[in-house]
């Protein structure tokens, strides 16, 4: 048995400090064990005590004499590191930790923690925690916490709920028990000293009774771990949702004053994981919603959502919301037209969205055939069906579902808002999802159709490669511009000709060679923004200009910066191309090399209008990057201009990726800014390489 | 009594059509009305029967021979006429009429729509309905409905709720009530054949149990009405909440289909409401939502938002959503560091989010003391406290509230996750509003302080004036550039100077008046969009270039449109003002003329980045719609431009919005695109006028 295992379902279990009153913190995982009925061993350890209850209580770790697989450590913070020691020398594979005290509470706590790291390293014992609730294994009333969801019941069910955050992940697991949604696993991390959330994740989807991961995130200390852990889950068909917070730069800061994780830049974060096919929600009551549809329906084909209800108002709602998160509401087909108009009353719409009036509470038979004949058309992937309250017609209703539910050949979800706790308990046993209302089931089944595209793409994958690159001749710092060109030129980045001239004859020969009208740039390492230092001349149109200018560029950086080394100045042909845009790669600490790329001039400057994946990236995936940007109408041609040439930027931009990715932690920045697109391709025009 | 109070508080209630079978439609009301205990008169009609239970059934409305204040009118679409004119002869003034098949169901039924209306004012019979479920008034238990939502507990409380839509209405009532939200009057005005939302919504505001008013909305079909509506909801404190489908595109198709109304742009619905201070919510959850809020808490003096919780990740989220929505989270004060130092444990947060951890529930006077520091911080006007779950210590923690609540002299909100029924009615036992997670709250709050904002503009308001405009020398179409100008300056929109050259000698001598570099345009009636005629020609410095300009765009407009009727050419100067902005009219068929303003070029072109007002506005309140915009950083000056002077845009606004209002009906459209702004000035630079 692994040490992960040991963690999530323990044979024996010891618990150390524990209290014979209940009511407290060492003393309510006793009584959560108990009263769920936990078929292992338990074993009490205090001093104290001969006995709690029934149960023989030990003075010592080292006293019980029998294998444990799971130690609760829940004594007060200066004992723990002796608690860890007892529990290597018994070799115990995995300890919980509630204790706080650690790094979530200054300097002292840090090394507190890092010395309890590494006394379990290396005897071999993982941790959870320190500063935690503990963890629940439903299936196998593993009730190894104090948190006050195991008040309440826990019906295990096939979602996998890991939490970085005790409080917010407790009022999360009230939140779905409430919904009747069944958490197979509640396990929170706390400050991950040692496990962190996408080791325990990974563990909790390897149960074949959990379908469907949900997580909790403040931040992301081991981004690496996390894209793995989103490549297992994509392959074995385990959709993984997670809430982070952090959104925003004062999210960010509240963030890294409450743990001490990376928060990472969220825009990074927000790449990265679509990039790998996790869905991330945006709170916990959509984490949840998503989380719902996800268990029960199966993946959609498309993006082509049916609506009916019994409200042109909802209708209208989901059909705006639709809109707005790239589903599509598509016109139904002349057959399904004339099956409609067969089922519903003159009154009613038949077309998408389908209104089929409050009259289906006397003829149960026209919401379901509408919906059959909803399902049945070619255009539809994926139906939502809404109707509210009706708490003297829930029987008639669930049945009704039931029929829908036998023949329904694509997913369908019901939105029932204000629906009785039976009717929404009766809908899950026929394994149908229930939403609360027309937008929250709009958001879900558009996550559904997400994570059907993610699937899709992963089947489809060429994954991309990066050649390693030999660095070690590259200095760290500026790189100079002719180098840097060789090493984005080697991974086939496509940058407009450049010759350095350290003279104006030498301008001049080779504005002739690259051909009028030329732009120089002052060549310095120590003047990383030429224009700052008014050190570029652009659309030099004869020998004379080139001349002029060549004296002006190095005597302009002269004057800024007299200490610059300047080593001449860069000639390059005038780029065309209207569009301009910026891309880039950056370290991120948690994620590595990342690749940027965005909408030049004022959408970057004020809008921010970038987006970010992990590199590297194909082609394909850096198409699907362009379309997140906001302002991705530019490409098509704006002002009667012609489209932008969309492959060319997405082979550029998987260049780029490669050569992040093969630079690795060497890489310190890289901006490519502008890039020049046009009908005719896309090329960097200036760039700037920063090693570490 | 006039015929809305005879609607809303009926002394006695004829049931036209009742059946005794309560379990159907034309049944139930009579059954509610007893079931609630309605102390007025009750008249069944209907000649099928001699008696329904203990009542006496009249075989006509003739026959009741006592005054009627309000009929319910439960009978096939074909009987309803008849009925109209059997009411209107026993003088009854207010009826609410169930049946459908009417304006909703083709053009027969509009007829007789149409029919029913003028029979009813012809005899001063007012109407809601038809096709609609009818209404409650919780307080005097008129249950003239028979809406699913009568099947419950109709707890009577100071919210009034007016939906257009029976099914959704229903919908959010039973929704309400789930949440121990009181409705005071539930009315679906259905197809609004007479009577309208705003209405209806003015007579139950007038109520003065009733403080705030919500209303689902699908469609406007009398703007100003609506507009005045606000006006006086706004005068008397009494919040207005709508959440209105039909958003975007897809959702107003859908919407179209749905209803008669004229949906209208919903960036028009969105800038008119916002204008006159009615919240808009996106859905019927936040509806409820601000509701909450707005019924049970002061106005904030402004946007500093306090939040204290136990959990971090809690406090990111709602840093994150207050920061997105414009509120601030505010450092506090170091008297207020003290004070929480001395409240709060070492591991919790002392800074705003205030992060008082777990450990209030053994120590409850953390959290009080805690709320006390972070209300009395001078930076913060509002506070969120955020706690989740906590079954049981509800009875300590509402206590806890109360003396909170009693010290509290800003408003505070409860945002409690998976709170028990016992803690919310508690809570709202104490007026403590109580919201279910952290991004509701901060939605909720966020429209606290908007309407907080309206209601200050409002105290503050001086009233834009339009001074009316004889309009009747002014040719239908499009008015050529010279007259356009003068009615525009007279309204002091600021143009840039322009002259009607007939040759090209006149051409060269108006450059010379005006100043080199001048702008040539073709000037014709028939040629509305010049560029495309090839028609303008910028930048010209000499009188050679503007001789040879003139013949170009004379020549080619001509090529362009043979017919063309050429008057000659403009010249204009060059303007300065390094940021574009659009600012037009427009005739919105629901609220009359509009006033638009966006960022030019690539801002609205891809972006649609515009907002909307009612015309007239002043210009403070012009100046607020600048802050509406995505893009508005661009005029706070970037790549180091200087900011634009945003006073003078709002003037040029305030003084289009008054030329628009002063046209009234004749107003087709005015574009002024591009108006060039700078820090010395906004000008419009090119303007088109079409009057109807």
Same mark, same amino acid.
């Given at each position: 048995?692994?040490?992960?295992s040991?963690?999530l379902?323990p044979?024996a ?6 209290s014979?009153d209940?009511?407290?913190?060492n003393?309510r995982?006793?009584?959560f ?10 074993y009490?350890v205090?001093p #104290? ?7 023989r209580?030990?003075?010592s770790?080292?006293?019980?004499g #029998?294998p444990?697989?799971l130690a609760?450590?829940a004594?007060?913070a ?5 608690t860890?020691?007892d529990l290597c ?6 300890a919980v930790?509630f204790?706080?005290?650690f790094g979530?509470g200054?300097e ?5 923690e890092?010395?309890?790291?590494s006394?379990a ?5 993982r941790l959870?925690?320190?500063n935690?609730?503990g963890l629940?294994?439903a299936?196998d009333?593993v009730? +190894? ?6 008040? !309440?019941?826990?019906?295990?069910g ?8 005790g409080a917010?992940g ?10 009747g949604?069944g958490?197979?696993?509640?396990v ?6 040692d496990l ?5 994740m990974?563990?909790?989807?390897a149960d074949?009774?959990?379908r469907v ?7 992301v200390k081991?981004?690496?771990?996390l894209v793995?852990?989103?490549?297992r ?6 959709p993984?949702v997670?809430t982070k917070?952090g959104?925003t730069?004062?999210g960010?800061r509240?963030?890294a004053?409450h ?7 969220? *825009?990074?974060?927000?790449g990265?994981?679509?990039q790998c096919?996790i869905?991330r929600?945006?709170n916990?009551?959509q ?13 959609? /084909?498309?993006?082509g959502l049916?609506i009916v209800t019994?409200s042109?108002?909802a209708a209208v709602l989901?059909a705006?919301?639709a ?6 509401v598509?016109?139904l087909?002349?057959?399904?037209r004339?099956?409609l108009r067969?089922?519903?009353?003159g009154?009613?719409?038949a077309d ?5 009036t409050g009259?289906f ?8 055939? *509408?919906v059959r004949a909803?399902?049945?058309d070619? @255009?539809v992937?994926?139906?939502i069906?809404?109707?509210q309250l009706?708490? +003297? ?5 669930v049945?009704?579902f039931?029929?829908? #539910?036998? %023949?329904a050949?694509?997913?369908f ?13 009766s809908?899950?046993a026929?394994?149908i999802?229930?939403l ?5 089931a709009?958001?879900?089944? +558009?996550a ?8 899709r ?6 994954s991309a490669? /990066?050649?390693?690159?030999?660095t070690? @001749?590259l200095p760290a ?21 450049a ?10 020969a @080779?504005?002739?060679r690259?051909?009028y009208p030329?732009v120089? #740039? ?10 700052e230092?008014d !050190?570029?001349?652009l ?19 002269r004057a800024y910066?007299?200490?610059?080394r ?6 390059q ?5 209207a ?12 994620f ?5 790329v965005g909408? !030049?001039?004022? %959408? ?8 970010f994946?992990?590199?590297?990236v ?6 699907a ?7 991705r109408?530019?490409?098509?041609g704006?002002?009667g201009q012609?489209?932008v ?12 990726s ?11 920045s890289?901006?490519l ?6 009908p005719?391709? /896309?090329?960097?025009?200036d760039w ?5």
């Amino acid at each position: 048995m692994n040490a992960l295992s040991a963690l999530l379902s323990p044979r024996a279990i010891a618990i150390v400090g524990a209290s014979n009153d209940f009511r407290k913190i060492n003393g309510r995982p006793l009584r959560f064990l108990l009263e769920a009925g936990y078929a292992g061993a338990l074993y009490p350890v205090n001093p #104290k005590y001969a006995a709690i209850g029934d149960l023989r209580c030990y003075p010592s770790v080292a006293a019980i004499g #029998k294998p444990v697989d799971l130690a609760i450590v829940a004594v007060p913070a200066a004992q723990v590191l002796a608690t860890i020691a007892d529990l290597c020398r018994a070799r115990t594979p995995a300890a919980v930790v509630f204790s706080s005290g650690f790094g979530e509470g200054g300097e002292a706590g840090q090394q507190l923690e890092a010395a309890l790291v590494s006394a379990a390293r290396a005897a071999g014992l993982r941790l959870c925690g320190p500063n935690c609730l503990g963890l629940i294994n439903a299936f196998d009333r593993v009730v +190894a916490t104090f948190s006050q969801y195991a008040d !309440g019941p826990m019906p295990p069910g096939p979602v996998g709920f890991v939490t970085q955050s005790g409080a917010f992940g407790t009022a999360i697991a009230a939140l779905a028990r409430a919904r009747g949604m069944g958490l197979g696993y509640f396990v929170n991390t706390g400050n991950e000293a040692d496990l962190h959330f996408a080791e325990v994740m990974d563990a909790v989807l390897a149960d074949p009774r959990i379908r469907v991961g949900a997580g909790y995130l403040e931040g992301v200390k081991d981004g690496a771990a996390l894209v793995a852990l989103a490549g297992r889950a994509l392959a074995a068909g385990k959709p993984l949702v997670v809430t982070k917070v952090g959104r925003t730069e004062a999210g960010t800061r509240a963030a890294a004053s409450h743990t001490g994780s990376l928060a990472g830049a969220d *825009a990074v974060f927000e790449g990265v994981v679509r990039q790998c096919g996790i869905v991330r929600a945006r709170n916990e009551e959509q984490m949840l919603d998503i989380v719902e549809v996800l268990a029960h329906c199966a993946l959609p /084909a498309g993006n082509g959502l049916g609506i009916v209800t019994q409200s042109g108002g909802a209708a209208v709602l989901m059909a705006d919301r639709a809109e707005e998160l790239g589903l599509t509401v598509p016109a139904l087909g002349p057959d399904t037209r004339v099956a409609l108009r067969k089922a519903i009353p003159g009154f009613g719409t038949a077309d998408n969205p389908v209104d089929i009036t409050g009259q289906f509470v006397a003829e149960p038979g026209l919401l379901r055939e *509408a919906v059959r004949a909803v399902l049945d058309d070619p @255009a539809v992937d994926v139906a939502i069906i809404w109707l509210q309250l009706m708490d +003297a017609h829930v029987d008639k209703l669930v049945a009704l579902f039931g029929e829908i #539910k036998a %023949f329904a050949r694509k997913p369908f979800v019901v939105a029932w808002v204000a629906a009785s706790p039976t009717a929404i308990a009766s809908l899950h046993a026929l394994g149908i999802a229930v939403l609360r209302g027309a937008e929250p089931a709009v958001d879900a089944v +558009a996550a559904l159709a997400e994570y059907a595209a993610a699937q899709r793409r992963a089947a489809a994958a060429v994954s991309a490669e /990066a050649v390693p690159l030999n660095t070690d @001749a590259l200095p760290a710092g500026l790189v100079p511009s002719l180098a840097a060109a060789q090493v984005l030129a080697s991974y086939g980045v496509a940058l407009a000709p450049a010759v350095v001239a350290t003279n104006a004859d030498e301008a001049v020969a @080779a504005a002739v060679r690259l051909g009028y009208p030329v732009v120089l #740039k002052v060549e310095s390492p120590d003047l990383p923004h030429k224009t700052e230092a008014d !050190g570029v001349r652009l659309n030099l149109a004869s020998a004379q200009a080139v001349r002029e200018a060549y004296a002006e560029v190095v005597k302009n950086a002269r004057a800024y910066l007299p200490a610059a080394r300047i080593e001449g100045a860069l000639v390059q042909p005038m780029a065309g191309g209207a569009v301009e845009l910026v891309v880039g790669l950056h370290q991120d600490p948690a994620f590595g090399p990342v690749v940027m790329v965005g909408l !030049g001039g004022i %959408f970057v400057e004020v809008q921010r209008d970038v987006v970010f994946a992990r590199a590297p990236v194909t082609a394909g995936q850096a198409l699907a990057l362009l379309d997140r940007l906001r302002g991705r109408a530019m490409l098509d041609g704006v002002r009667g201009q012609p489209p932008v040439d969309r492959h060319a930027v997405a082979e550029l931009v998987a260049a780029v990726s490669r050569a992040g990715a093969a630079l690795g932690p060497r890489l310190s920045s890289l901006d490519l800014n502008p890039v020049r697109c046009g009908p005719e391709g /896309a090329v960097a025009v200036d760039w700037l390489l920063v090693l570490q």
